[in-house]
C-alpha cells in the first residue's frame, strides 16, 4: 500500500523557522523527482522547489521559486526515505498549505505530470 504523507507544519511568527517532511513508503523516493507546492486560498498551486532526479544519481540538483531562495532548503534522506523542506525567515506571504509530489525519475518537477501527491499540510505565519 502507497502511502506519501507530509509532517512538520503548524504556525510560527514572522521570521521563524518550519521544517516539513514527506514520508513515502510502499515506493522509493530514489527512483523520483521531489517537489514541494504550496497552494493558498483561492490560488493555483505553485512550485516552491524540487530536487532532481538524474539518471543514476537521486541527489539531483535543487530548484527554488525565486520567492523562497535563500530562506527555503531541500533535501533528501535516502535512509528513511524522506524529503525535506527546511523554511526560515518565514513571511506573511509563505501561509499556505503545503503539498510534497513525487515524479519519476523526473529531471524537473511539473504538477501535471506528479505521479503522487501528498494530503497537504497546513503552515500559518502570524504573530
Known amino acids: 500500500q502507497l502511502h506519501f504523507v507530509e509532517s512538520g507544519g503548524g504556525l510560527v511568527q514572522p521570521g521563524g523557522s518550519l521544517r516539513l517532511t514527506c514520508t513515502a513508503s510502499g515506493f522509493t523516493l530514489d527512483d523520483y523527482a521531489v517537489g514541494w507546492f504550496r497552494q493558498a486560498p483561492g490560488k493555483g498551486r505553485d512550485e516552491v522547489s524540487c530536487?532532481?532526479?538524474?539518471?543514476?544519481?537521486?541527489?539531483?540538483?535543487?530548484d527554488y521559486a525565486d520567492s523562497v531562495k535563500g530562506r527555503f532548503t531541500t533535501s533528501r534522506d535516502n535512509t528513511k526515505n524522506t524529503v525535506s523542506l527546511q523554511m526560515n525567515s518565514l513571511k506573511p506571504e509563505d501561509p499556505a498549505v503545503y503539498y510534497c509530489g513525487a515524479f519519476w525519475r523526473a529531471a524537473a518537477c511539473v504538477a501535471t505530470s506528479v505521479n503522487y501527491w501528498g494530503q497537504g499540510i497546513q503552515v500559518t505565519v502570524s504573530s
Open positions: 530536487i532532481n532526479y538524474i539518471h543514476g544519481h537521486s541527489d539531483g540538483k535543487t
